[in-house]
């Protein structure tokens, strides 16, 4: 569960948020919102990666320990 809600959040990020910050008064770094927001998720989906990456590295590591084949 955690491996999907982690996926996700990247694509929530982008895609679903979009209608909610489609504003061009709030400025963020001299950037229009619409315009900040995906370079704000670059490293929000940096961070989930990082994260999915080590989750599925350590269930590889307990799976070769407990010498069961996946």
């Not at 950037?31 to 080590?54: D, Q, S």
């Amino acid at each position: 569960m955690v491996k999907i809600v982690l996926t996700l959040i990247p694509f929530i990020w982008i895609i679903g948020c979009v209608p909610f910050i489609n504003q061009v008064k709030p400025l963020v770094l001299g950037l229009p919102l619409l315009a900040f927001w995906p370079v704000a998720g670059i490293p929000v989906t940096f961070i989930c990666l990082y994260l999915l990456y080590g989750i599925v590295q350590k269930e590889e590591h307990d799976d070769k320990e407990a010498g069961g084949t996946k």
